[in-house]
């Protein structure tokens, strides 16, 4: 009696343990769910998602090691991954991401990045998944809106969704993300103005939005972020004048807001500040450069071309103490160019286009 009780209790406990190290059959059944909205015809990334345990070397799938809970899914189209090297290929899927996905509750990270193919909207239930802190869904075909209740994701410290095919409006909960770091939605259709809450984004270190249909103002707020080192809002619809403000900020190392319809003076802060990859161009900033470069002014890449300066080269750039590539050309400058030691590099096409600058390395002043 006694060795059959044992028996029973031992075959217990080892189908106990056997449930308590695979995952649960509800997480399983929801990446069956996300696989069956996808089509990956060349590698077979799908191929080991077979038996009883996704967290038993499924492809792209990791489990919290305690809970046994699938935490992160990171599929990427470009890797070097071995399964890519052997096909000598990068990948392709078509279809797209299944609302199943939300049933995974306990997710850190879903990278579903480079497919090419890959359309329809994202899920608006993902804004449902407490944990989340990586949502990289960059290269793809989605299209649709960004959930408008995506602030709700207060872990959240990744948010790209550059190169798709996105519309509609910045959602104003997005500045609700407080724990934000990187936010990249470069190159997707998205319109509206910037959120004048943006200034709450106070852990966000690169805010990248160029190649959108962004308009109005730049929000004066946006320095109120006194992490973010990269901020780049070219190649938008962007219009007003740049806020002093910018060129005040304690980080902020690279500024392109090229390719806009900015208007108004260049702030003198923008000039000795710790920015040191400028990019203006393709605007129409107007009036004078200030004369206020001195030994703080230190930049890699000054891009002013096709503006609406007018006015002298300041005698003052002469005291910078580096200027790499300096791009003046398309504007209304007159007078002779200062000369600096690191002048001797530039062409003339830095200074051509002008309506009468003379001096090295253009023609001699007469």
């Excluded at 550059?162 to 936010?183: C, E, F, V």
Aim: net charge positive; aromatic share 8%.
């Amino acid at each position: 009696m006694a060795t059959h009780v044992w028996l029973i209790a031992t075959v217990l406990s080892f189908t106990i343990g056997l449930t308590v190290n695979a995952c649960p059959p509800s997480d399983r059944a929801a990446l069956l769910a996300f696989k069956a909205s996808l089509h990956e015809p060349y590698l077979g990334i799908f191929n080991s998602w077979t038996g009883t345990d996704c967290c038993n070397k499924w492809y792209g799938v990791t489990c919290d090691t305690f809970t046994k809970r699938v935490a992160d899914i990171n599929l990427r189209g470009e890797s070097e991954d071995p399964i890519f090297q052997k096909a000598h290929r990068t990948g392709y899927m078509t279809g797209s991401i299944s609302p199943a996905i939300c049933k995974l509750e306990r997710l850190s990270s879903v990278i579903i990045a480079d497919w090419k193919g890959i359309s329809g909207t994202i899920p608006a239930c993902i804004s449902s998944l407490p944990f989340l802190r990586i949502l990289d869904l960059i290269g793809n075909q989605i299209s649709g809106e960004i959930p408008f209740d995506i602030g709700k994701l207060s872990r959240l410290t990744v948010l790209n969704l550059a190169d798709n095919k996105l519309t509609g409006r910045i959602p104003r909960s997005l500045a609700d993300l407080s724990s934000l770091k990187h936010l990249d939605l470069r190159n997707n259709m998205i319109s509206g103005t910037l959120p004048r809450n943006i200034g709450k984004l106070r852990m966000m270190s690169r805010a990248l939005l160029s190649g959108n249909r962004i308009y109005g103002p730049i929000p004066e707020t946006i320095s109120y972020i006194y992490r973010l080192s990269d901020l780049d809002l070219s190649l938008n619809r962007l219009s007003g004048s740049i806020p002093e403000s910018l060129g005040k900020m304690a980080v902020l190392g690279t500024l392109n807001l090229d390719g806009n319809m900015i208007s108004g003076p260049l702030p003198a802060t923008l000039i000795n500040s710790r920015i040191s990859i400028l990019n203006l161009s393709k605007n129409a900033i107007e009036g004078n450069i200030p004369d206020v470069f001195d030994q703080r002014s230190y930049f890699m890449v000054m891009d002013l071309s096709y503006n609406k300066l007018k006015g002298s080269i300041p005698k003052s750039i002469s005291s910078a103490s580096y200027i790499g590539h300096l791009d003046l050309s398309h504007n209304h400058l007159c007078g002779a160019i200062p000369a600096a030691t690191w002048f001797d590099h530039l062409e003339a096409s830095s200074f051509m286009y002008n309506d009468c600058l003379c001096g090295k390395p253009l023609k001699a002043c007469s």
